[in-house]
């Protein structure tokens, strides 16, 4: 096994960002600020890892021109990457950031529908790769089996392979079953896997804590935007406060996160020195335009910020 670090993108996306000085019905909006980024869970993850200096390979299904043109961006980022083609084309999402109101809209296609060889092929792919973790993150396209992440997981964990799942609903749900070392819900998304709302900080610990004592993840991290975050795992419950800083996009934020957090746990970092990693690599990412356009650099400014808030350990 190595240190390389596999993610799994099974329903990509090429990201069209732009700004307007404001969005209004019926009007020719005019734009600026364009940027074209390849998207979608697992993509994000590794383009954060790359500009952390990690081992990764991102797994991608995709097809048609904008399968292909996902390639070549993810090429002229020198992120390595393996691709299952399919017939279906992928898909194209926009996102517009109103200036005058400070407030970004996002339009997010559902995707093409994927048949039963192209998941396939794609189970078998992995089954030939060597890495140390697979992080599986994103949305499924139509005709996908729920229980995919599933089946990734019992894969990779076969393997010897430590398993991350970033999505929601019923294919976290039935991922959770097959045992995860690591899920990275919204306190929304969490709340909808537990079937309660979690009003006060007690109430999430315990539902986090639940799903670790049962066995199902090993680690629990909750994003709560303006409020931070915290990891649950078997050494208790850290928390970490969020950074202000004025905001510009939330399109890959949660994937910077879990990327940053992802590496920090494999290089041996403590879960409080994890968490705060992953903290910092979702500010930068909140702070930049486009979808996970985050530097090392930006990265390790924003930890310095969030150590004058918190106690950030080693």
């Known amino acids: 096994m190595t240190n390389r670090i596999i993610t799994l993108t099974l329903n990509p996306a090429i990201d069209l960002a732009c700004s307007a000085a404001a ?3 019926t009007h020719k909006i005019r734009t600026g600020e364009e940027h074209i980024d390849p998207g979608g869970g697992g993509i994000n993850v590794a383009r954060v890892l790359h500009a952390l200096g990690a081992d990764t390979l991102a797994v991608i299904l995709a097809g048609g021109v904008t399968g292909a043109l996902i390639e070549d961006l993810l090429n002229e980022a020198g992120v390595p990457h393996r ?12 996102n517009v950031f109103d200036r005058s109101a400070g407030v970004e809209y996002r339009f997010v296609p559902e995707g093409p529908t994927a048949e039963p060889h192209d998941w396939q092929a794609t ?19 139509h005709g996908m089996p729920p229980d995919i992440y599933a089946q990734v997981a019992r894969l990779a964990r076969s393997r010897g392979q430590r398993v991350a799942v970033d999505t929601s609903g019923t294919p976290l749900a039935l991922a959770l079953e097959a045992g995860l070392d690591l899920i990275k819900p919204s306190l929304g998304e969490f709340e909808t896997l537990v079937g ?11 539902a986090a804590l639940d799903l670790i004592h049962t066995g199902r993840a090993h680690m629990v991290a909750v994003s709560k935007g303006e409020e931070g975050a915290f990891l649950a795992s078997a050494q208790g419950v850290v928390h970490m406060p969020a ?8 399109v ?4 910077s996160f879990l990327a940053a957090m992802v590496l920090s746990l494999e290089q041996g970092k403590s879960p409080r020195t994890a968490l705060a990693w992953a903290v910092a690599a979702g500010t930068a990412a909140v702070v930049c335009a486009g979808t996970a356009r985050v530097t090392r650099a930006e990265v390790e400014t924003q930890l310095r910020r969030l150590a004058e808030l918190a106690d950030i350990g080693e």
Do not use: C, K, N, Y
């Open 23 to 25: 969005v209004r019905p």
């Open 83 to 94: 691709t299952v083609r399919m017939r279906g084309r992928t898909r194209i999402s926009f």
């Open 123 to 141: 189970l078998d792919l992995l089954h030939r790769l060597q890495g140390d973790w697979v992080v599986a993150s994103g949305s499924l396209e």
């Open 196 to 206: 309660r709302t979690l009003e006060t900080e007690a109430a999430q610990e315990t």
């Open 243 to 250: 950074v202000p800083v004025p905001f510009r996009s939330a």
């Open 252 to 255: 890959g934020a949660g994937d």
